[in-house]
């Protein structure tokens, strides 16, 4: 047993400092980014570089109410990004890939997301091949990004597939963010227990907070000439500020996200009202989703997630015009003139939550 003494902190924690600009407006700031990837491979020429992302580096997370075809259609026309849910079929899959999505050229901008069994690569396999390579991007996502299995998986799909943008997790430790970019991740997500609808901290007592997983991830994955996602915690506009000054590359939602209409969530009626008051949200190792999804929860497990009633929110136009104006404002406040530039000029100052440390309401 050991203990870890140095301060952990969470976005709660801290402020961004406001510093002396050159901006004028708001509207100065580019939120876009063009980023290339250590391990992504395509066949090009020797002499041409192949640009990995190019867009507004905000990802729908693939959770049920989030992760939808409607979401990644209307995301990819604002330039962010979409990881889709696991939960959709093959036919569904390539329906989407191979059809309206082909019509629209939004392939760079949204992920198909799958596990890590072997029945996961085989329903990948299935939807790549029905499209002729049409994947670009592959969530590889498992609740526990430790175990040797995982990464195995992650190698072997590199080695196979040199083409693919890979990203994969969850983990929350420098040392691990690394052995996945090693084994052939282009992009790292980085969070365990800080979701909105996550109660993995409270069944498993295991987590780190937030701020300081992706400090720590970030800083790890940069010397490798990784990426990583900033992956939940997230519950307005400062919060993504601070993942992006911390030094995410992505930053990941799914509560900010959940509640709008291209969510497709179960909608929730007061009576003698025909306008919903709320959609329900639950994540992905809820008692719901296992139900859902998976014919219940298997014996050996327990529910690391919970259902919650969001308030419904109509269009996601609006809440996305919140969340880059907020992401705006605070790099002006900072100086910063791109979003990449963001962390190099944030300056993060402790805020006093000493109340909840010691109450135990805190991370």
Do not use: W
Not at 275 to 303: I, Q, V
Request: net charge negative.
């Amino acid at each position: 047993m050991q203990i870890e003494n140095e301060i952990k902190l969470d976005y709660s924690d801290v402020l961004i400092k406001p510093k002396r600009s050159t901006l004028k407006s708001r509207k100065d700031v580019d939120l876009k980014r063009i980023m290339y990837f250590r391990n992504y491979s395509p066949d090009f020429p020797d002499n041409v570089r192949a640009i990995g992302f190019r867009g507004i580096p905000i990802m729908a997370a693939n959770m049920d109410g989030v992760g939808t075809f409607e979401m990644a259609d209307f995301l990819a026309v604002q330039e962010m990004f979409t990881c889709l849910k696991k939960t959709y079929s093959v036919n569904e899959l390539v329906e989407y890939f191979d059809g309206r999505f082909a019509s629209v050229s939004r392939k760079h901008h949204v992920a198909m997301s799958i596990g890590s069994t072997d029945a996961d690569y085989q329903k990948f396999r299935n939807v790549y091949e029905l499209t002729d390579g049409g994947i670009d991007f592959l969530n590889i996502d498992v609740a526990n990004g430790y175990t040797e299995a995982f990464s195995n998986f992650i190698y072997q799909i590199r080695v196979n597939h040199p083409e693919l943008k890979i990203i994969a997790g969850n983990v929350v430790t420098a040392d691990m963010t690394q052995e996945l970019i090693l084994r052939g991740a282009d992009i790292v997500k980085v969070g365990i227990g800080p979701g909105s609808v996550c109660t993995t901290r409270i069944k498993t007592g295991v987590g780190y907070p937030q701020l300081s997983a992706v400090i720590e991830c970030a800083d790890s994955a940069h010397g490798l000439g990784g990426h990583i996602i900033a992956d939940g915690g997230c519950t307005n506009s400062g919060d993504i500020a601070k993942a992006f000054g911390a030094g995410a590359d992505f930053v990941m939602l799914g509560g900010m996200l959940a509640g709008h209409d291209e969510g497709g969530g179960e909608e929730v009626f007061e009576e003698d009202n025909p306008t919903p008051m709320g959609m329900k949200f639950y994540g992905m190792s809820s008692e719901t989703a296992n139900d859902k999804h998976f014919g219940g929860l298997k014996d050996y497990r327990a529910a690391e997630g919970k259902e919650v009633v969001v308030p419904y929110r109509g269009s996601v136009d609006t809440t996305v015009q919140d969340i880059l104006g907020g992401l705006r404002s605070a790099c002006t406040y900072a100086g910063a003139k791109e979003i990449k530039d963001l962390t190099k000029c944030t300056t993060f100052v402790r805020v006093n939550n000493t109340h909840n440390k010691v109450f135990g309401n805190g991370s």
